[in-house]
């Protein structure tokens, strides 16, 4: 039977979440292709995160050598090309993160596959590939489809697809390392992580975010102080980085970052698509509008229709007293 790979990201210890979501539409694909799935995991001791990986995916093909303890496109490449002209799979996962931007495109052309970047959505027709991309910055999705190939390579958008709960007791299969030379070319020196200034809106759990409907720079700091108290980050959507109220680190979209925190809560946002994009897999979506015809009421889970200045010290209180009788208790 064919398989469809997908590379498995990690990085310092952890899988990144994009490998479930891989995980997850590959799943799907595979019931449609009569395919079955198959979880690429190349790293230095390693076994746990193959163990984890079992339950998502039909087959694990674990790799490990010392020199793949970190990220190299070059040491990738070399492997993944060998594992993918041995087994000639029908279609190859790659999370569209800057691990994923290095190696696809090179692998690609080593093995002189098509390759599809960035994609939203994915689809078989038969063995032909058809792919979902966004173009003008998000305002129109493209749908194509890919010459007809052996095998396909594609990188899929973070957060486009929600993870599923794992089902599978997949078989782990080790392999020996096929790596018979030192990589001379790239080598990792080190990971350099932002400063304790900067914030990863893309790892938040809350994510408070602010839209035009704060009306002014200095309404600010009442948001910021709400997101401190529940424990989040403040975000935005394009607008309020037009303005210069916040750097681009912050906003939330298809020209800004993908979030998928369990809390979102939208202050003053109407809810223009490119937002709703990046945003919409949140598990919980709060929406604060006085506008009752904003269209991020469609995709809230709970929705106020009120100025957002009264409904935000409320808020703020009950957060506060909540605390405080958890600390007594």
């Known amino acids: 039977m064919r398989e469809i790979f997908v590379l498995a990201e990690h990085r310092q210890g952890q899988i990144r979440d994009i490998t479930f979501e891989m995980l997850t539409k590959g799943a799907e ?6 395919t079955c799935l198959t979880a690429i995991l190349l790293g230095k001791d390693a076994k746990k995160h193959a163990e984890t990986l079992s339950t998502y995916a039909e087959n694990v093909l674990l ?12 040491i990738y490449q070399k492997i993944l090309s060998q594992l993918i002209n041995k087994k000639k799979p029908l279609l190859t996962f790659i999370g569209h993160t800057s691990y994923g931007v ?10 002189n596959l098509p390759l599809a970047t960035d994609c939203i959505d994915l689809t078989f027709n038969g063995e032909t590939l058809g792919v979902t991309r966004q173009m003008y910055g998000g305002k129109v999705n493209v749908k194509a489809t890919i010459r007809k190939s052996e095998s396909y390579i594609i990188t899929v958008r973070q957060a ?7 089902t599978m007791n997949g078989e782990i299969i080790e392999i020996a390392s096929p790596l018979s030379e030192e990589i001379p070319k790239t080598r990792f020196i080190k990971y350099l992580l932002p400063s304790s200034g900067d914030i990863d809106i893309t790892a938040a759990d809350i994510i408070v975010s602010i839209g035009r409907g704060i009306k002014d720079v200095s ?33 939330v979209g298809t020209s800004g970052k993908t979030v998928k925190p369990k809390l979102y809560l939208a202050l003053g946002i109407s809810g223009a698509f490119q937002h709703i994009l990046g945003m919409k897999n949140s598990d919980i979506i709060i929406a604060i509008n006085k506008d009752p015809n904003a269209p991020i009421f469609n995709f809230a889970n709970y929705g106020v229709v009120e100025d957002l200045f009264k409904v935000v010290p409320f808020i703020k209180e009950k957060i506060i007293e909540l605390k405080s009788v958890r600390t007594q208790s």
Do not use: H, M, Y
């Open 29 to 34: 694909l595979t019931e449609k292709t009569n």
């Open 63 to 74: 790799i490990e050598d010392e020199r793949l303890e970190n990220f190299n496109s070059e």
């Open 102 to 111: 290095d190696l696809a495109p090179s692998l690609a052309t080593k093995l």
């Open 160 to 166: 486009t697809f929600t993870a599923q709960k794992p």
């Open 219 to 251: 309404n600010k700091p009442i948001i910021e102080e709400l997101a401190k108290t529940l424990g989040g980050v403040l975000a935005c959507s394009r607008p309020i980085v037009d303005k210069g109220w916040l750097s681009s680190d912050r906003q």
